[in-house]
């Protein structure tokens, strides 16, 4: 089976543009999670989605969206981008209790 | 305070040495505890999976866990230098599939 893919892997933005990341997550997994991970703060949990609807929602600001499709493929949107936001975004799709990870993809805001 | 604290390291060890990483948190409610290897410029790769307290062993590593401490280990025998990476401990509570991570710890093994 192929494991999560995650694209782009790399992005620049400008501050207060948006961005829109995409997540495959593995043949037969119907749920997926989406972490922030940077230098200070490591991987935060952001949301997850399990068949199209969201289940969970980390501590972050209206600005981080997601929303996931009947395929389970998912999306992640951040608005109004602050320079805070770069990071790497790694998306996670569930099989019972393990979650597997994609590559993830890495965000720089200029 | 983090629910969960986990040194970061860097840790620098000779090849062959057995290693010994931590985590200790603070969440009674946490029961299923994970350790993940992170290579540079990739995504975390489960290494460990435990449920509640105990020991559990796979190859070269061993995961502990001592709820009643609730503090949680990893240990590498014979270390190489392909376990050079950053290792990181996560968990959740029952039911819940919120991992919250430590850190992450940046293990570099000698030659």
């Known amino acids: 089976k192929a494991g999560v893919t995650q694209t782009p892997r790399y992005l620049i933005k400008t501050r207060g543009q948006q961005v829109t990341l995409s997540c495959s997550p593995i043949?037969?997994?119907?749920?997926v999670s989406w972490y922030q991970q940077t230098p200070g703060q490591g991987l935060q949990f952001l949301f997850e989605?399990?068949?199209?609807?969201?289940?969970n929602k980390g501590n972050f600001p209206g600005r981080f969206s997601g929303r996931q499709f009947s395929n389970s493929r998912s999306e992640m949107n951040v608005s109004t981008l602050e320079l805070g936001d770069s990071a790497l975004y790694l998306c996670?799709?569930?099989?019972?209790?393990?979650?597997?990870f994609g590559a993830g993809t890495r965000l720089s805001v200029l | 305070q983090k629910e969960v604290e986990q040194d970061p390291g860097p840790l620098s060890v000779p090849e062959g040495a057995i290693v010994s990483l931590n985590c200790t948190y603070s969440n009674s409610a946490f029961q299923y505890f994970m350790w993940y290897r992170q290579y540079s410029r990739k995504g975390p790769e489960l290494l460990m999976y435990t449920y509640s307290s105990g020991n559990k062993e796979d190859g070269r590593f061993t995961a502990q866990v001592d709820k009643s401490s609730k503090y949680i280990s990893l240990f590498i025998r014979d270390s190489q230098p392909s376990d050079s990476a950053t290792y990181l401990c996560a968990m959740r509570g029952q039911g819940a599939q919120k991992l919250v991570f430590g850190q992450g710890t940046r293990l570099t093994i000698n030659p």
């Open positions: 043949s037969g997994h119907r749920s």
């Open positions: 989605y399990f068949s199209e609807t969201q289940r």
């Open positions: 996670a799709s569930r099989d019972g209790d393990i979650q597997y």
